[in-house]
């Protein structure tokens, strides 16, 4: 078997994952809310996008646009919040740190699920140690989870699938510990809900007969190779009890940063297009940073609400710099340009973006010299700078941030349900009085 295909087939992974992770935390913060049906919502209170278990019963579906189906849902005694992205953030921080204690080997997969090692263990009694992961989590953090266990990063996924589905009978823990229930799983997954096959994919499959996950895994990973692509050829190894995929090296580094998000409100002044611009050049460039990767391009685009029946305004300036970088303050010099470039006065604008594209590795060493441009001569120092702002910014709060993103508040998302942000804010915890 060639290198790319090897694995390994002494390992036990784990994958544990938070129920209804956003709605869970809403709930566990407000006792008003539990065991009742709750919604959060998406950016400008748009969408449903978290729905807990009592919401889902109503037959409520995520993606909804909340305002079709809000007079109804309230008849019903369905709670709404709005996106706390600051609460979530910090759960999902504690979340991890209880997993560090069963296990030195945790790779957080997303923001409410981890992939945990669990080598050296026993296999027999995992099942029990699964249920003791999610007794710790739900004592020390008041968060439900499930736990799927299996020899490979993908059964574990699989596993994790199956507690759900199967939740009751299984008390939310399974365990892919025997060919035979791996068989009897595999055989009942179909074959787009595989970890890493899409709607492409499992179609393509579909026509050469392969429909569950037990036949896509009775494959030769050989020919799987030879006749699909490497990805396929592992998938199948992994299906086979073979570990050869890395959760942490799903996450790749991005060919291009995007950071925008819609307004609350319609916005025309420019000091406010300025403002939400500077915030996305700065969250674009710590993505950026935080990846390794330089930037050679930036791109600046400004939309109006195609849905409304108003004035329509939809422009996009790109711009090449002359020395690849990492500079957020460069970024911003250049984005702010573009929008003076683009901009109209008169227009009600929905929505503002930049985008960091052409990214390379970066490395300090290797810049291109241009007699009639200095700016890789002063990249050096800029980078010390933007490595000590990142560090300040991760500490503190506020931290530092553009003079123009706190110059107007307009630009802001509409979070009109939201609740407090109870765990990173003391000018929000409750007032007991006595």
């Not at 799903?250 to 998000?261: A, G, M, T, V």
Request: proline content about 3%.
């Amino acid at each position: 078997m060639s290198k790319a295909l090897e694995g390994y087939r002494d390992q036990v992974w784990a994958l544990v994952d938070a129920k209804s992770f956003y709605c869970s935390c809403e709930q566990l913060f407000d006792p008003k809310l539990a065991n009742k049906p709750v919604v959060v919502l998406s950016n400008n209170d748009g969408c449903c996008v978290a729905l807990s278990e009592q919401a889902k019963a109503l037959g409520i579906q995520r993606g909804a646009p909340w305002f079709k189906i809000e007079r109804e849902m309230k008849k019903q005694g369905v709670a709404v919040r709005s996106s706390n992205y600051s609460l979530y953030a910090d759960m999902s921080r504690r979340f991890i740190e209880e997993l560090h204690r069963f296990s030195p080997h945790v790779e957080q997969y997303s923001i409410d699920e981890a992939f945990v090692r669990l080598d050296g263990l026993s296999h027999k009694g995992l099942a029990g140690y699964g249920k003791d992961i999610r007794d710790t989590i739900e004592k020390h953090l008041g968060l439900p989870v499930r736990v799927g266990i299996g020899a490979t990063p993908t059964l574990a996924k699989l596993g994790n699938q199956a507690a759900k589905q199967y939740e009751e009978r299984v008390d939310g823990v399974i365990e892919i510990d025997t060919d035979h229930k791996r068989r009897w799983l595999l055989e009942r997954t179909d074959i787009q809900e595989i970890w890493g096959i899409g709607a492409k994919m499992s179609t393509r499959l579909r026509t050469s007969g392969v429909h569950n996950a037990l036949q896509l895994a009775d494959k030769s990973a050989a020919d799987m190779r030879r006749l699909w692509n490497v990805g396929l050829a592992r998938t199948v190894l992994e299906l086979q009890g073979i570990t050869c995929i890395n959760p942490g090296d799903i996450d790749e580094k991005r060919k291009q940063i995007l950071s925008s998000r819609s307004f609350g409100i319609g916005i025309s002044r420019l000091d406010d297009l300025k403002a939400a611009l500077a915030f996305h050049c700065q969250r674009a460039g710590e993505k950026l940073r935080r990846q390794g990767s330089q930037a050679g391009i930036v791109s600046v685009f400004l939309r109006t609400n195609r849905y409304k029946e108003l004035p329509q305004h939809n422009k996009t300036s790109i711009r090449t710099l002359m020395c690849p970088s990492q500079d957020s303050y460069k970024f911003l010099s250049l984005a702010l340009e573009q929008l003076d470039a683009i901009y109209r006065p008169g227009y009600e604008y929905q929505k503002i973006g930049v985008i960091l594209d052409e990214l390379t590795d970066a490395n300090n060493d290797n810049f291109q010299f241009d007699m009639f441009d200095t700016s890789a001569l002063e990249e050096m120092k800029r980078r010390d700078l933007m490595a000590i702002t990142d560090k300040m910014n991760a500490r503190f709060k506020n931290g530092i941030k553009p003079a123009s993103v706190i110059s107007s508040t307009n630009w802001h998302m509409r979070q009109a349900f939201r609740s407090n942000r109870w765990t990173t804010r003391l000018d929000e915890l409750p007032i007991a009085k006595c």
